[in-house]
């Protein structure tokens, strides 16, 4: 099994500061990550598909890097409406496995 | 708009059974590979089935394996995860979710509680 790691797993934000969260994957699993906003008592939502694929409709302060085992999602200039629990996803192998989450709270 | 609608959710006592239903609506279903995913309170998310589009491959999460079924009915714009043998840590909410790879949708999920 895959095991996603996420850092770091809360994260306090003033408005309009650039928001870093990196997973990193036990195994290389290529570009085979996505990642998901959930805000609280809502379902996920996909950003990022494939490390670096904006997803449609997602605004493009949300952007995602990396490739192999180590990977990347960024929020430039947060807004007040990204806080959120966010988490990674590998589709490269079954099962498929989720980061625990970044909690991304507004200072 | 792709809608995907879970019911089906509620009390069940340990080794009791229960049957969820997503209803999807806003694109071709038969078209969609399918997956649950689940979510026990307070904690992340935890992949739990995945069924092609035309139902020839299914896999799952080896802690349902053999408890749970997953099923579709492409006639009715349906997903379906037939759960037996339920145990406490069966305790979460289950999502349906479209895609075979990302999942690009998800429902707003049935909250299943196993307990005595």
């Known amino acids: 099994e895959i095991v996603l790691t996420q850092s770091p797993d809360f994260q306090s934000v003033t408005p309009k500061e650039k928001v870093t969260i990196t997973c990193r994957a036990s195994?290389?699993?290529?570009?085979?990550l996505h990642w998901y906003q959930q805000k609280p008592d809502q379902s996920p939502k996909l950003l990022i598909k494939?490390?670096?694929q904006s997803f449609s409709g997602v605004p493009s302060r949300f952007s995602g890097s990396g490739s192999g085992t180590d990977f990347t999602l960024t929020i430039n200039s947060l807004e007040a409406e990204d806080a959120a629990t966010y988490y990674c996803?590998?589709?490269?192998?079954?099962?498929?496995?989720f980061g625990q989450g970044t909690k991304v709270e507004i200072k | 708009e792709v809608q995907l609608v879970e019911s089906g959710g509620g009390l069940v006592q340990p080794g009791g059974s229960l049957r969820l239903s997503c209803a999807a609506s806003g694109f071709t279903f038969s078209s969609y590979h399918m997956n649950w995913v689940r979510q026990a309170p307070g904690k992340g998310l935890e992949w739990v089935a995945y069924?092609?589009?035309?139902?020839?491959?299914?896999y799952y999460a080896d802690s349902v394996k053999g408890r749970f079924t997953i099923s579709r009915d492409n006639a009715k714009n349906s997903l379906f995860l037939q759960m037996t043998s339920l145990r406490a840590q069966d305790t979460a909410v289950y999502y349906c979710a479209i895609g075979q790879w990302g999942f690009d949708y998800w429902g707003q999920g049935t909250l299943v509680t196993v307990s005595s």
């Open positions: 195994q290389s699993i290529d570009s085979n």
């Open positions: 069924i092609s589009s035309g139902s020839s491959t299914i």
């Open positions: 494939y490390a670096s």
């Open positions: 996803h590998q589709s490269s192998s079954l099962p498929r496995t």
